[in-house]
């Protein structure tokens, strides 16, 4: 059984810095594109960043562009987001997904697995 696990949320002030981690387990990530997306209350799910297999291939939404970092360690089986410059309109819960293909997808609908998400609260 796939789990992918997120952590590191939490409440931030506007400008300030939070790094989420998504662990996984029952599954192997190294063949995997993986995608943090987010969903704040009363919208849409929506892409924040995607990684392919092995790092060689990242995108970004246009909103967290230059601000927003996604790594990954396959020897971890973990994957990060780093958060910079953070405001208020970042607040949502931010899910964690892996796509069983190594090309990173940017519609919610194209990733297989899904952790539980973890909330961002960013005050102004």
């Known amino acids: 059984q796939v789990q992918l696990v997120e952590s590191g949320g939490g409440l931030v002030q506007a400008g300030g810095s939070l790094r989420l981690s998504c662990a996984a387990s029952g599954r192997t990530l190294s063949n995997d594109a993986m995608g943090w997306l987010r969903q704040a209350p009363g919208k849409e799910r929506e892409f924040v960043a995607a990684?392919?297999?092995?790092?060689?291939?990242?995108g970004y939404a246009d909103s967290v562009k230059g601000r927003f970092t996604i790594t990954r360690d396959n020897g971890k089986n973990t994957v990060y987001l780093q958060m910079n410059s953070l405001k208020p309109e970042d607040t949502a819960v931010y899910y964690c997904?892996?796509?069983?293909?190594?090309?990173?997808?940017?519609?919610?609908?194209?990733?297989?697995?899904w952790g539980q998400g973890t909330q961002v609260t960013v005050s102004s």
């Open positions: 997904a892996a796509r069983d293909g190594r090309n990173y997808a940017t519609l919610p609908r194209n990733y297989d697995y």
């Open positions: 990684s392919n297999w092995n790092g060689g291939s990242i």
